[in-house]
């Protein structure tokens, strides 16, 4: 089983990046997704981010979670047609769809799916050490780097625990049925057990780090110096947002 936001090994150009710029062309992507409600803009800059990930050697990495992204969008835009209605009527009938609230869901899923890739192509391309000694020379305080560290690779370790307990259930007989009562009552014997072994190791670990010293060792060392993948990187960045100042300026 593949693991989401986990690093992966490699010398492509998104790896030889330094994290600091990674970490602020995530910055980027976030402000520019939060600000821009164009459709267009949004799938034109997750379409760059996919491009860019095939290029940096993760595009298998981003290309998995599309199936997820696509039903959390569908989703999205199902809410927002049935709470919405502005713009003009697509649909008469026993549900109204409207253009804005089209626009808006899909705005909203684009959104969504353009901030999971940049945070997806930044953890898989950077080492964790190397992103705690970024976020370090960005004068995060220790704790909070160390929080990120921690939380970025309990995500992956949680998956593959959830796994397992929901193939011990299966193992042992349990059946939940179908539909989707069945896949809500499928949830529990898994969330249980999963919660409680996350807060037992999230003690664990707490009680390590206080051991080992690791709040007052940490320091910024180990990070990569600025080379031509940054400055590519920083040129897309700014032609993004030359294209949303463009679109916002003619909107």
């Known amino acids: ?10 010398n492509g150009i998104l790896h030889r990046m330094n994290p600091i710029t990674k970490i602020a062309g995530v910055t980027a992507v976030v402000v520019l997704a939060v600000l821009s409600a164009d459709p267009v803009f949004l799938a034109a800059m997750t379409a760059a981010i996919l491009v860019l990930g095939i290029a940096g050697s993760v595009g298998r990495d981003l290309l998995r979670q599309v199936p997820l992204l696509a039903f959390l969008g569908g989703f999205l835009i199902l809410i927002t047609v049935l709470t919405l209605q502005i713009g003009d009527v697509i649909l008469d009938g026993p549900v109204v769809v409207t253009a804005g609230a089209v626009s808006f869901g899909l705005a909203l899923a684009l959104r969504f799916c353009a901030m999971i890739f940049a945070f997806q192509v930044l953890v898989a391309t950077t080492m964790p050490t190397a992103l705690v000694g970024a976020l370090r020379t960005l004068k995060f305080p220790a704790d909070y780097a160390l929080m990120a560290l921690i939380a970025l690779r309990f995500i992956p370790h949680l998956q593959i625990e959830g796994k397992k307990i929901q193939e011990a259930q299966a193992a042992r007989g349990f059946s939940p049925g179908g539909g989707i ?45 600025f080379g031509r993948p940054d400055l590519l990187l920083v040129a897309g960045i700014s032609g993004l947002a030359v294209c949303f100042c463009a679109l916002t300026l003619i909107g």
């Not at 089983?1 to 490699?10: A, S, T």
């Open 1 to 10: 089983m593949q693991e989401i936001f986990q690093y992966r090994n490699g």
């Open 181 to 225: 009562g069945g896949k809500v009552r499928g949830l529990v014997p898994v969330l249980v057990p999963l919660i409680a072994n996350a807060l037992g190791k999230a003690e664990v670990i707490g009680l390590t780090i206080d051991l080992r010293g690791l709040r007052t060792r940490l320091s910024a060392s180990g990070t990569r110096t």
